[in-house]
């Protein structure tokens, strides 16, 4: 580095500090609720001189220097800080969960680490197209046990992937020491990848980046970059260190800019007249800038459902009238979707051939684009989310829903809130599909589950779930043509039925059979059950197949319900806390829906209880037909 380098990078570290101060300041004015602090983290700023523009970066709270270094201003500082409308999340995120969509700087989840397996799926995404881009992901060491911290760097030394972690070590996980807990002095992280670097000496840092980001774009894969610093401030603001560390321990903080400075000064590169004037110039422009930011509004209220999802209007191709099997649907759906998407891959446990999953759903399909994961959901999943983020079109493959539970972290806390909290300058497009279900005797507990209420319960992700082979294809080609994560569920029992060729619009529900006396609404299994009752009844009950439950139909429901006066809801889920029993809220909370009830609705829902084994138990806790026959006699009476 030049002369004039090193000291623009001490500047930009003391400008770092002085925005935490300035945020000290604003909250005990009254202007912010909660302020962490990146004291003691600033040598990362000469991780900026390594990166490239195409090169992303996925923070750790307290990276502050390093999202200046690729492009966020003071302003945007402050705006973070005091939640202002014109922030990178509208006031949606707390602060310093960083988000820079020109620097690539991918906004930050409060759950620790879970930024790890998006970093290893946008690392993924550039060795595919081999743009010679990179991705640094930096967490703190107490972070560093989350098993998904594990999982992203098992699958980058697989795979080879052009990936740095920071981990920033400053020996504490808020309160609690983790010297003796972390990978690193537990010995678990291999020799070959760990750089161990004086965290606090921003020209060690920028060397070990230097070297760290050369050997992982030319091949070698992961670099682990250990930073040893200290936090100079408490955990946050609403923590206090001096209760918990001793005090000859806070005497003997290393500063990294005071330190710098000095180097600086004794190799005649600054001067001590340069760096006060240098920071007073610097406190100048924060607080100025500071003052006019805390008088810009914050976010209207009424807008705090924006950005939940993209466009609703997809251009769709002509429906299908196919017949066959909704595994061949989604072979056909699949296959279409790779011609027509090159940006897109299919990821999943055993998708690739010669297997071609469990269900056959990928058989024949593009080796090169349909590719076997590792038996990780979580990694399934958060991969994905980096890919979608980095532009790519993933398509994953869970499966048996009922295994969602590893992935969980990442669907709830990355994918299904990615758009919101950035106020959609980063997207998520991923489509998820999974068997889902029961009614196929043998599966017990952990093969027949359907919950999805679990799903719909998260707002931002789409869900859907067909019945029929054509409203499969549809499903999966609004899907691809999308900009929002989407669930598809997919019923084992109806999987492999051979059915009639039928048209199918693809989106909202579908009048299954026509009625004037009663309406069913139902979905996935429950329209075999409908079905059959009806056939059963001596009335006339219109039909109605939901199809996608987020967003669903509601205006064809409550036209049917305004006809019929009577409702039967039936779902194969537990009955508590449902999505039966939602449409039932929601329908008899509004007054127009409420007064054309002629009898309370009925819910045919399984029991509160696991699904088990034997078949005849299965039977038993499983709504059947004879359920669905007495819930309608019971309104018409």
């Known amino acids: 580095m030049s002369n004039s380098d090193r000291a623009d990078l001490l500047a930009r570290m003391m400008l770092s500090r002085e925005c935490d101060r300035r945020s000290g300041l604003t909250l005990r004015q ?29 923070p750790h709270y307290r990276d502050r220097a390093i999202a200046m270094a690729r492009g966020m201003t003071v302003e945007d500082v402050a705006r973070d800080l005091m939640g202002k409308a ?100 537990l010995g678990l992280l291999p020799a070959d990848r760990l750089s161990v670097v004086d965290g606090s000496d921003p020209d060690a840092v920028r060397a070990a980046g230097q070297n760290a980001f050369d050997r992982a774009r030319n091949g070698f894969g992961p670099v682990v970059l ?83 999802f993209g466009s609703s209007s997809v251009s769709l191709p002509a429906p299908q009238v196919s017949g066959g099997t909704m595994v061949a649907a989604v072979n056909s759906a699949l296959r279409a979707g790779l011609d027509r998407y090159p940006e897109m891959i299919v990821f999943g446990e055993d998708v690739a051939d010669p297997k071609g999953g469990v269900f056959g759903f990928t058989k024949g399909l593009d080796r090169s684009r349909v590719i076997n994961s590792p038996l990780a959901e979580a990694t399934i999943v958060g991969a994905a989310v980096g890919l979608a ?47 889902w279900g029961a009614y196929l005797p043998g599966g017990g507990i952990w093969h027949s589950q359907s919950n999805e209420s679990l799903f719909t319960h998260l707002p931002g992700l789409r869900v859907v779930v067909p019945s029929t082979p054509e409203d499969t294809e549809a499903a999966f080609t609004a899907a691809f043509a999308g900009e929002d994560p989407t669930l598809i569920l997919l019923p084992k029992h109806l999987m492999r039925r051979r059915c009639e060729p039928a048209a199918s619009s693809g989106v909202g529900a579908r009048i299954v059979r026509p009625g004037s006396e009663v309406t069913i609404v139902t979905w996935g299994n429950g329209v075999e059950l409908a079905v059959e009752a009806a056939d059963r009844l001596e009335v006339s009950p219109e039909i109605i197949d939901l199809r996608w439950l987020v967003p669903w139909d509601r205006e064809t429901v409550a036209a049917s319900l305004r006809r019929t006066g009577r409702l039967v809801v039936v779902q194969e889920d537990g009955r508590t806390s449902s999505f039966g029993a939602t ?35 299965e039977r038993a806790v499983l709504p059947g037909v004879d359920d669905v026959v007495a819930a309608v006699r019971s309104v018409l009476i």
């Open 30 to 58: 009254g202007n912010a609720w909660f302020a962490i602090s990146s004291a003691g983290h600033e040598a990362f700023a000469a991780l900026g001189d390594v990166l490239t523009g195409a090169d992303h970066v996925f």
């Open 86 to 185: 014109d922030s990178h999340s509208g006031g949606r995120s707390m602060t310093s969960h960083f988000s820079h969509r020109p620097g690539n700087v991918v906004s930050v989840a409060s759950p620790t680490a879970s930024q790890c397996l998006p970093a290893a799926g946008a690392a993924w995404a550039a060795k595919l197209r081999g743009d010679g881009s990179a991705v640094l992901c930096s967490l703190g060491e107490a972070s560093s046990r989350q098993g998904e911290f594990f999982e992203a760097l098992a699958f980058a030394v697989q795979n080879a992937l052009p990936l740095v972690f920071l981990i920033a070590d400053n020996g504490y996980g808020i309160s609690t020491p983790t010297r003796d807990m972390n990978p690193r002095s």
């Open 226 to 308: 250990w930073c040893e610093l200290d936090r100079l401030e408490s955990h946050s603001s609403s923590d206090d260190h001096k209760l918990y560390r001793p005090e000859a321990e806070l005497a003997s903080l290393r500063d990294p800019i005071s330190r710098y400075a000095a180097s600086l000064i004794a190799d005649c590169v600054v001067t001590q007249e340069w760096v006060d004037a240098r920071r007073s110039e610097i406190a100048d422009e924060v607080e100025q800038t500071f003052t006019r930011v805390a008088s810009e509004p914050a976010a209207d209220v009424k807008s705090v459902s924006e950005h939940l």
């Open 389 to 435: 983020a980095a532009g790519m079109r993933p398509v994953v493959e869970l499966q048996f829903v009922d295994f969602v539970g590893p992935a969980w972290n990442q669907i709830t806390g990355q994918l299904t809130t990615l758009r919101w909290r950035s106020l959609s300058d980063w997207t998520c497009p991923v489509v998820m599909y999974a068997p």
């Open 583 to 617: 449409v039932i809220a929601e329908l008899a909370g509004a007054d127009d829906d409420f007064y054309s009830l002629l009898a309370p609705p009925r819910l045919v829902a399984k029991d509160d209880v696991h699904i088990p084994f034997h078949p005849d138990l």
